[in-house]
T-cell receptor
């Protein structure tokens, strides 16, 4: 089925470890996004990529880096994980500007101990 | 930038009750407005949208009308089911491509 695929679905890290969350979409969308979801905070934008080769900071970029590897893939890296990064991470994609919404992946539940 | 405010949850209803979840927005110009639903353990799914004033979005028995005069986009359903239990997010998109989300409202429907 067409959509947004995120891996892994679950991950436990120790403080200071690094990891990369993977995201791929097969809808030929131009724009891709990374959000984190915390209880009572809704969704907060970490980074986004309006097109292949470009990335921009969102609301909460500190402690994260991203790579737009090609049009399909947009990865999120935690270089040195901290307990404050315990969250559920969602990747999303969209066609771009206009009245189109986003398509979301099913999320990665990350726990940093 | 845009901002979206939606009613605090949780909202607890009995099956077949009427549902309203309030949403208001602040934006420059006339944004497109969306409702997303998140079922337990899943990502967000687009439920409905409206792109201009007085438009009504509808899907799966849910409706919302774009009210420019009150800058609102309230979600309604005439008769909720247990399967509607989820978290509902209101969102707005004006210029550019970024959606601004509300904090979400959890709905619990009792049999």
């Amino acid at each position: 089925n067409a959509g947004v695929t995120q891996t892994p679905k679950f991950q436990v890290l120790k403080t200071g470890q690094s990891m990369t969350l993977q995201c791929a979409q097969d809808m030929n969308h131009n724009s891709m996004y990374w959000y984190r979801q915390d209880p009572g905070m809704g969704l907060r934008l970490i980074y986004y990529s309006a097109s292949e080769g470009t990335t921009d900071k969102g609301e909460v970029p500190n402690g994260y880096n991203v790579s737009r590897l090609n049009k399909r893939e947009f990865s999120l890296r935690l270089e040195s994980a901290a307990p404050s990064q315990t969250s559920v991470y969602f990747c999303a994609s969209s066609t771009g500007t206009g009245s189109y919404g986003y398509t979301f992946g099913s999320g990665t539940r990350l726990t940093v101990v | 930038g845009d901002s979206v405010t939606q009613m605090e949850g949780p909202v607890t209803l009995s099956e077949e009750a009427f549902l309203t979840i309030n949403c208001t927005y602040t934006a420059t110009g006339y944004p497109s407005l969306f409702w997303y639903v998140q079922y337990p353990g899943e990502g967000l799914q687009l439920l409905l949208k409206a792109t201009k004033a007085d438009d009504k979005g509808s899907n799966k028995g849910f409706e919302a009308t774009y009210r420019k005069e009150t800058t609102s986009f309230h979600l309604e359903k005439g008769s909720v089911q247990v399967s509607d239990s989820a978290v509902y997010f209101c969102a707005a998109k004006s210029s550019g491509d970024k959606l601004t989300f509300g904090t979400g409202t959890r709905l619990a429907v009792r049999p």
